[in-house]
């Protein structure tokens, strides 16, 4: 089964950008669905995208649509979240989750996730 490690969240002002990195390790991402989800305080986890194993791109958040972007690097075992023009309402962990059934918003269909990274919007 796969291991992720994400990485590369933090502190950004309204309108900057942040990439989180997915890293893999004990198995390569090929065959696996990749998802991001973020959770804030008091909220319930989100699904925002997901890549599915041939590649296909899918938005489930309408608020992140144009601004975040989903990629992976083959070679690194990784896979990115770029966060450009964010907002404070963006402020939460993130996650990244991975599994070999598909794509789904519902973050109980991932059986792979790493820690979480935390990501502040404020000025």
């Known amino acids: 089964e796969v291991q992720l490690m994400e990485s590369g969240g933090g502190l950004v002002q309204p309108g900057g950008s942040l990439r989180l990195s997915c890293a893999a390790s004990?198995?390569?991402?090929?065959?696996?669905?990749v998802g991001w989800f973020r959770q804030a305080p008091g909220k319930e986890r989100e699904g925002l995208l997901c890549?599915?194993?041939?590649?296909?791109?899918?938005y489930y958040e309408d608020s992140v649509k144009g601004r975040f972007t989903i990629s992976s690097d083959n070679a690194r075992n990784t896979v990115y979240l770029q966060m450009n023009r964010l907002k404070p309402e963006d402020t939460a962990v993130y996650y990244c989750?991975?599994?070999?059934?598909?794509?789904?918003?519902?973050?109980?269909?991932?059986?792979?996730w790493g820690q979480g990274t935390q990501v502040t919007v404020s000025s």
């Open positions: 890549m599915s194993e041939s590649d296909y791109r899918i």
């Open positions: 004990g198995s390569s991402f090929r065959g696996y669905a």
């Open positions: 989750a991975a599994d070999l059934g598909g794509c789904s918003s519902r973050w109980t269909n991932f059986h792979s």
